[in-house]
């Protein structure tokens, strides 16, 4: 009978490790009715297990509370919110770095509810907290860029993500980094646009080598790059991506049209006028016609017309510029 108790006893941890697991996989894919599944029943479990006061239960709280707070449902997550932030301020020192996710989870509701400032004093508390743990304080960059996100400070928004830790990137952050340094890009905010999209490149390089995306990111940052003034950090970033793209996709991809009139541009300007020509031509060459959201999905339009004119245009700009200086 006690080989069977302890037997229990341990399929019963393995059960809330796994659903917990779930429930944490589900939240980070935007399943948050699976993930409320999950946490409805470890949050059960830890009560009976631990009790309803302690501070393992209110982690299973707070989880369920970013899961009902992820469907919109701000009343069913308030008393959630609220009794896991009574029992943190139980817990000083709080005995886990995730207990800080709390306060994190106080600050999305606060900021649901149109209270930013105190959103952001949640936020930087959690900061304090989290002890330079480097999961809490990825989470608490993401949080702050949502916030500066839903008031619309782009600034605060680029600084947020492009400080979330490189080993602590995920997946899901490559196309919020992407956009926002685009974003920052057109506004003119040059340096907040390279951080960002060294950050997305920094992670398409790390979970997907020698594939699309690490070029298609990398030519991104290239771009930025030559905006900035790095000349060489552009031209080996530009570089590198066209040879990536032919690699993977072949000469006449459309998305490396963009990153030939830049390199173009580049050699143009370092004294390299026979690589701008050839990188010109290419362009000139190239009778692709169709783009997808895949080739370029933060480019492509709607319209049905070609593309590639506008690349096309600014290549024969650059080849104009090339014969004006051989005749001078």
Not at 160 to 175: G, N, Q
Not at 250 to 269: D, K, Q
């Amino acid at each position: 009978m006690a080989a069977l108790g302890a037997l229990s006893a341990r399929r019963g941890r393995t059960d809330l490790a796994t659903l917990w697991q779930r429930g944490q996989a589900a939240l980070a894919e935007g399943r948050n009715a699976d993930a409320e599944a999950c946490f409805r029943a470890t949050l059960e479990t830890a009560q009976r297990r631990f009790g309803p006061e302690h501070w393992r239960t209110a982690l299973q709280i707070n989880a369920l509370a970013q899961a009902l707070l992820g469907q919109g449902r701000l009343d069913d997550a308030t008393p959630l919110v609220e009794r896991a932030m009574s029992l943190f301020d139980r817990w000083s020192p709080i005995p886990h770095p995730d207990l800080a996710g709390i306060l994190l989870t106080g600050a999305t509701m606060e900021s649901a509810r149109g209270r930013h400032a105190q959103a952001t004093k949640l936020v930087e508390r959690a900061r304090q907290e989290a002890k330079a743990d480097p999961s809490i304080l990825a989470a608490v960059e993401r949080t702050l860029a949502r916030l500066a996100a839903s008031v619309g400070d782009g600034a605060e928004q680029a600084d947020a993500l492009a400080r979330i830790p490189f080993e602590r990137l995920e997946p899901a952050d490559v196309k919020a980094l992407a956009i926002c340094g685009l974003a920052r890009q057109r506004q003119g905010d040059i340096q907040r646009a390279v951080r960002c999209l060294t950050s997305a490149h920094a992670l398409a390089e790390r979970e997907s080598p020698g594939e699309f995306a690490e070029a298609f990111y990398r030519g991104l940052l290239g771009e930025a790059q030559a905006r900035a003034g790095q000349d060489d950090e552009a031209l080996r970033s530009l570089e590198q991506a066209v040879v990536d793209y032919d690699a993977v996709v072949g000469e006449h991809h459309p998305a490396t049209a963009p990153l030939l009139v830049e390199l173009a541009a580049l050699r143009l300007r370092s004294g390299d006028a026979a690589g701008a020509l050839v990188a010109c031509r290419r362009v000139l060459s190239n009778r692709t016609t169709r783009t997808t959201h895949a080739d370029d999905p933060y480019r492509v339009g709607a319209s049905g017309e070609d593309p590639l004119e506008p690349e096309r245009q600014r290549a024969r700009a650059l080849l104009s510029r090339l014969r004006s200086s051989e005749g001078g």
